[in-house]
């Protein structure tokens, strides 16, 4: 684990990183107020730049969080009982977090972008969208070979590749070959990281174009009232899941939320400044230890797991912003078209990668692959940069209840002891 003077450095670190982050917010707006038409072109194709990087970063990075998750289940042999609790909680919370958020979809019901604003940033976008049946659809995910997916950027395919890969990893003998494979895929995951942050130690560039395109659409008057509804259903999704739900969830196993929350604090701000779960794993394993008193055998178990498939706040995102997206693209979307995309968001949200941006780069992977504008990904990101610090606290907050909930379980249950 690190450390304090690491973690603190971690921290200071990512306090210059959001501050940066909130300077190109800033610098962008003014940009965009002015008015200018060689400005204007000019943001738009950084941010078209960045929308394609965006996009060619996101597919490999699902694909490799989701296989190498899965290939480490077979590792662990005597922690059944254990991993049962927390999958089970982890599959209950992130289908309320989801939940939660289309009922305020359909609640404040965000209205459509101009079309002006939908294209910028996209280049090619479908126009037959709608003669697609649900049968079809569904059809079109079971993949025939390995490389149409690919050609054809079909997500969800590729997405149902890498769940049977990496459960047929888990289950094989441990093998030297079977080493080979799987120390390859972890190379490839680490290469994929190093490129992220790469792109990350630029994206201030980025934001300043986005900022700069968002701000020149407020200014004319064309988008705030739509934006404004769609960032009030995930800001106010995300409030209620960690003020109501999650607390409810602690009540329901007989556990203080109060106490829990005042215990588990230090890891909720360091993912608040991080946003990144995977980078506060280590703060929120100690947290749990020495402040909150779970057991080890718990704590370096279920937190490691819940880091990669406890996505609540991943969730929420994944389902609103997808049917926003889809709706300016003119999806029609019904009852059944939004249980589905529930369906899919709680799906995708396990295994997504806990780096920052992380459900972003998973969105937009998914929205390229349904031909949705996409473009519309660029003009959100400015505001990601926030929603990204919340989301981040969201899901350690709900990793600390999972691990709390499962350390009671364990430790009243006799039949779940091992």
Known sequence: MQNNSEQKTTIRASRKQMLLWMGALVVG?????LSLTWLNDLMNFVATVYTRLFQFVAVPTILLA????????????DTG???????????LTTIVAAAVGLVLYNLIRPGNLPAELIHSGSSAIPQDLGKETYYDH????????VVRPL?????LSLLLIAFAVGFALSKMPETENKKVVVKGLFGLQELLFTLIRGLIRTLPVGIVAFAAQLSAQVTAGVAAASLGRYVAVIL???LIQFFIVLPLFLMARGLNPVRTLGRMMPAVLMALFTKSSAATLPVTMATAENRLGVSQKVSRFVLPICTTINMNGCAAFILVTSLFVMQNGGTVLTLPTMLLWLLIAVISAVGNAGVPMGCYFLTLSLMTGQGAPVGIM????PI???????ETAENVWSDSCVCAMTDHDISTCPADRN
């Open 29 to 33: 707006a003014i940009l965009g107020t």
């Open 66 to 77: 989701v296989i190498t998750t899965l290939t480490m289940f077979g590792r662990q042999k």
């Open 81 to 91: 009982r254990i991993f049962r609790h927390a999958v089970t909680y982890t599959l």
């Open 138 to 145: 569904i059809l079109s995910v079971i993949p025939d070979n």
């Open 151 to 155: 050609l054809e950027g079909n997500v």
């Open 236 to 238: 106010g999704g995300n």
């Open 378 to 381: 660029g003009i959100i990101l």
């Open 384 to 390: 990601y940069t926030v929603i990204d610090m919340i």
